[in-house]
Protein backbone atom coordinates (compact mmCIF):
# COMPACT_ATOMS: atom_id res chain seq x y z
CA UNK A 1 0.00 0.00 0.00
CA UNK A 2 0.49 3.54 -0.32
CA UNK A 3 3.27 5.02 2.56
CA UNK A 4 5.07 8.18 3.13
CA UNK A 5 7.84 8.93 5.71
CA UNK A 6 9.30 12.40 6.95
CA UNK A 7 11.99 13.10 8.97
CA UNK A 8 11.03 13.39 12.91
CA UNK A 9 11.32 16.58 14.43
CA UNK A 10 11.46 18.82 15.70
CA UNK A 11 13.43 21.11 13.77
CA UNK A 12 14.92 24.08 15.21
CA UNK A 13 16.77 26.63 13.07
CA UNK A 14 17.71 30.48 13.40
CA UNK A 15 16.37 33.07 11.16
CA UNK A 16 17.70 33.04 7.53
CA UNK A 17 18.96 29.36 7.99
CA UNK A 18 18.61 26.80 4.92
CA UNK A 19 15.79 24.40 5.92
CA UNK A 20 15.82 20.80 4.49
CA UNK A 21 12.50 18.60 5.69
CA UNK A 22 13.15 15.05 4.30
CA UNK A 23 10.03 13.53 2.35
CA UNK A 24 10.17 9.60 0.84
CA UNK A 25 7.19 7.41 -0.26
CA UNK A 26 5.97 3.88 -1.41
CA UNK A 27 3.08 4.07 -3.84
CA UNK A 28 1.68 1.28 -5.79
CA UNK A 29 0.54 3.67 -8.67
CA UNK A 30 1.88 7.55 -10.28
CA UNK A 31 1.63 9.61 -7.23
CA UNK A 32 0.68 13.06 -7.13
CA UNK A 33 2.93 14.65 -4.14
CA UNK A 34 1.74 17.84 -2.03
CA UNK A 35 3.43 19.69 1.01
CA UNK A 36 0.98 21.11 3.05
CA UNK A 37 1.54 23.61 6.21
CA UNK A 38 -0.70 23.44 9.84
CA UNK A 39 0.29 26.43 11.25
CA UNK A 40 -1.51 26.43 14.94
CA UNK A 41 -4.74 26.13 15.99
CA UNK A 42 -5.79 26.10 12.10
CA UNK A 43 -6.25 23.76 9.35
CA UNK A 44 -3.62 22.30 6.43
CA UNK A 45 -2.94 25.05 3.85
CA UNK A 46 -1.59 23.48 0.35
CA UNK A 47 2.02 24.75 0.17
CA UNK A 48 2.84 23.06 -2.75
CA UNK A 49 2.29 20.33 -4.90
CA UNK A 50 4.03 18.09 -7.73
CA UNK A 51 2.01 15.39 -10.29
CA UNK A 52 4.92 13.84 -12.36
CA UNK A 53 8.71 12.78 -11.96
CA UNK A 54 11.27 15.60 -12.19
CA UNK A 55 8.31 18.20 -11.76
CA UNK A 56 9.20 20.98 -9.21
CA UNK A 57 6.85 22.72 -6.93
CA UNK A 58 7.38 26.31 -5.43
CA UNK A 59 5.18 28.71 -2.99
CA UNK A 60 6.65 31.33 -0.75
CA UNK A 61 10.22 30.87 -1.12
CA UNK A 62 9.51 27.17 -0.50
CA UNK A 63 10.34 23.85 -3.61
CA UNK A 64 10.36 20.43 -3.78
CA UNK A 65 11.41 18.35 -6.49
CA UNK A 66 9.03 14.95 -7.39
CA UNK A 67 12.23 12.47 -7.85
CA UNK A 68 10.95 9.03 -9.26
CA UNK A 69 14.61 7.35 -8.89
CA UNK A 70 14.58 8.19 -5.38
CA UNK A 71 10.78 8.23 -4.30
CA UNK A 72 11.74 11.42 -2.80
CA UNK A 73 10.25 14.68 -2.41
CA UNK A 74 12.57 16.67 -0.42
CA UNK A 75 11.03 20.36 1.00
CA UNK A 76 13.90 23.08 0.91
CA UNK A 77 13.79 26.62 1.66
CA UNK A 78 16.65 29.18 1.69
CA UNK A 79 15.95 31.30 4.19
CA UNK A 80 13.50 30.76 6.57
CA UNK A 81 11.59 33.51 9.05
CA UNK A 82 10.03 33.07 12.20
CA UNK A 83 6.98 33.12 10.64
CA UNK A 84 7.66 29.88 8.93
CA UNK A 85 7.30 28.11 12.38
CA UNK A 86 4.79 25.18 11.71
CA UNK A 87 3.79 21.82 10.90
CA UNK A 88 4.86 20.31 7.41
CA UNK A 89 3.36 17.44 6.24
CA UNK A 90 4.17 15.45 3.55
CA UNK A 91 1.64 13.99 1.40
CA UNK A 92 0.49 11.99 -1.64
CA UNK A 93 -2.35 10.86 -3.92
CA UNK A 94 -3.62 8.47 -6.41
CA UNK A 95 -5.86 6.59 -8.79
CA UNK A 96 -5.10 3.22 -6.47
CA UNK A 97 -6.10 5.50 -3.60
CA UNK A 98 -9.22 6.66 -5.15
CA UNK A 99 -7.08 9.82 -5.07
CA UNK A 100 -7.89 10.08 -0.86
CA UNK A 101 -4.52 12.03 0.74
CA UNK A 102 -1.59 9.64 2.33
CA UNK A 103 -0.04 12.13 4.63
CA UNK A 104 3.23 11.69 7.05
CA UNK A 105 3.27 11.89 10.58
CA UNK A 106 4.64 15.52 10.31
CA UNK A 107 7.64 17.47 11.04
CA UNK A 108 7.31 20.89 13.45
CA UNK A 109 9.65 23.46 12.54
CA UNK A 110 10.27 26.04 15.13
CA UNK A 111 12.39 29.01 13.62
CA UNK A 112 14.12 31.54 16.22
CA UNK A 113 15.14 35.08 15.61
CA UNK B 1 -13.94 32.97 -2.98
CA UNK B 2 -14.93 31.81 0.66
CA UNK B 3 -12.50 28.62 2.03
CA UNK B 4 -14.09 25.58 3.51
CA UNK B 5 -15.84 26.29 6.24
CA UNK B 6 -16.77 23.87 9.17
CA UNK B 7 -18.97 24.31 11.99
CA UNK B 8 -18.82 23.86 15.40
CA UNK B 9 -15.08 24.80 16.21
CA UNK B 10 -15.17 23.05 19.34
CA UNK B 11 -17.10 20.58 20.50
CA UNK B 12 -17.02 18.36 23.97
CA UNK B 13 -19.53 15.52 24.21
CA UNK B 14 -19.60 12.11 26.84
CA UNK B 15 -18.91 8.67 25.93
CA UNK B 16 -21.55 6.55 24.53
CA UNK B 17 -23.06 10.29 22.79
CA UNK B 18 -23.36 11.04 19.10
CA UNK B 19 -22.00 14.13 17.42
CA UNK B 20 -22.85 15.88 13.84
CA UNK B 21 -20.04 17.69 12.32
CA UNK B 22 -20.79 20.16 9.59
CA UNK B 23 -18.80 21.08 6.45
CA UNK B 24 -19.63 23.44 3.80
CA UNK B 25 -16.75 23.01 1.01
CA UNK B 26 -15.85 25.98 -1.62
CA UNK B 27 -18.32 27.38 -3.58
CA UNK B 28 -18.45 25.06 -6.93
CA UNK B 29 -16.59 22.32 -5.30
CA UNK B 30 -18.39 19.34 -6.03
CA UNK B 31 -15.90 16.67 -3.68
CA UNK B 32 -15.71 16.63 0.38
CA UNK B 33 -13.52 14.67 1.82
CA UNK B 34 -12.90 13.90 5.68
CA UNK B 35 -10.24 13.60 7.96
CA UNK B 36 -9.39 12.61 11.34
CA UNK B 37 -5.71 13.68 13.07
CA UNK B 38 -4.90 12.71 16.49
CA UNK B 39 -1.58 13.19 18.22
CA UNK B 40 -1.26 9.30 18.05
CA UNK B 41 -2.15 8.34 14.50
CA UNK B 42 -1.85 11.50 12.65
CA UNK B 43 -3.74 12.61 9.85
CA UNK B 44 -6.35 9.48 8.63
CA UNK B 45 -8.85 9.44 5.33
CA UNK B 46 -12.59 8.72 6.77
CA UNK B 47 -14.38 9.25 3.44
CA UNK B 48 -15.54 11.15 0.44
CA UNK B 49 -18.47 12.28 -1.28
CA UNK B 50 -19.19 13.47 -4.69
CA UNK B 51 -22.39 14.16 -5.65
CA UNK B 52 -24.24 13.11 -2.51
CA UNK B 53 -22.97 10.13 -2.99
CA UNK B 54 -19.90 8.08 -0.82
CA UNK B 55 -17.03 7.58 -3.13
CA UNK B 56 -14.24 6.44 -1.10
CA UNK B 57 -14.13 5.26 2.14
CA UNK B 58 -11.17 4.90 4.93
CA UNK B 59 -10.99 2.47 7.30
CA UNK B 60 -12.47 3.61 9.80
CA UNK B 61 -15.68 1.51 11.92
CA UNK B 62 -19.17 2.08 10.91
CA UNK B 63 -19.63 4.05 14.10
CA UNK B 64 -18.22 6.83 11.45
CA UNK B 65 -20.83 8.04 8.74
CA UNK B 66 -21.07 10.97 6.67
CA UNK B 67 -23.54 12.60 4.30
CA UNK B 68 -23.83 15.16 1.03
CA UNK B 69 -25.85 16.94 0.44
CA UNK B 70 -27.08 18.76 -3.62
CA UNK B 71 -25.42 21.86 -2.65
CA UNK B 72 -22.27 20.05 -1.89
CA UNK B 73 -22.73 20.56 1.87
CA UNK B 74 -21.49 17.50 3.93
CA UNK B 75 -21.97 15.58 7.69
CA UNK B 76 -20.17 13.88 9.15
CA UNK B 77 -21.73 11.51 11.98
CA UNK B 78 -20.13 9.56 15.00
CA UNK B 79 -22.40 7.65 17.20
CA UNK B 80 -21.35 5.99 20.49
CA UNK B 81 -18.79 8.32 20.89
CA UNK B 82 -15.29 6.23 22.63
CA UNK B 83 -12.41 8.31 24.58
CA UNK B 84 -10.43 7.23 21.06
CA UNK B 85 -12.21 9.68 19.01
CA UNK B 86 -11.14 13.12 20.41
CA UNK B 87 -9.54 13.97 17.50
CA UNK B 88 -9.60 17.19 14.68
CA UNK B 89 -11.96 16.13 12.28
CA UNK B 90 -10.76 18.28 8.88
CA UNK B 91 -13.12 18.78 6.16
CA UNK B 92 -11.25 19.17 2.70
CA UNK B 93 -12.74 19.99 -0.67
CA UNK B 94 -12.00 19.44 -4.20
CA UNK B 95 -12.47 20.81 -7.15
CA UNK B 96 -12.44 17.90 -9.62
CA UNK B 97 -11.46 19.63 -12.96
CA UNK B 98 -9.60 17.85 -15.34
CA UNK B 99 -6.09 17.13 -13.86
CA UNK B 100 -6.95 18.54 -10.32
CA UNK B 101 -9.38 15.77 -8.85
CA UNK B 102 -6.56 14.99 -6.12
CA UNK B 103 -5.72 18.97 -5.14
CA UNK B 104 -7.45 19.45 -1.69
CA UNK B 105 -8.81 22.67 0.50
CA UNK B 106 -8.71 22.31 3.93
CA UNK B 107 -11.19 23.94 6.54
CA UNK B 108 -9.87 24.99 10.26
CA UNK B 109 -11.11 21.95 11.40
CA UNK B 110 -13.52 20.92 14.30
CA UNK B 111 -11.59 20.23 17.66
CA UNK B 112 -13.78 17.30 19.38
CA UNK B 113 -12.87 16.37 22.78
CA UNK B 114 -14.95 12.95 24.54
CA UNK B 115 -14.38 12.79 28.24
Known amino acids: GNSVTQMEGPVTLSEEAFLTINCTYT??????LFWYVQYPGEGLQLLLK?????DKGSNKGFEATYRKETTSFHLEKGSVQVSDSAVYFC????????????FGKGTSLLVTP | KAGVTQTPRYLIKTRGQQVTLSCSPI?????VSWYQQTPGQGLQFLFE???????NKGNFPGRFSGRQFSNSRSEMNVSTLELGDSALYLC??????????????FGPGTRLTVL
Open chain 2, 92 to 105: ASSPQTSGSRNEQF
Open chain 1, 27 to 32: ATGYPS
Open chain 1, 50 to 54: ATKAD
Open chain 1, 91 to 102: ALSDSYSGYALN
Open chain 2, 27 to 31: SGHRS
Open chain 2, 49 to 55: YFSETQR
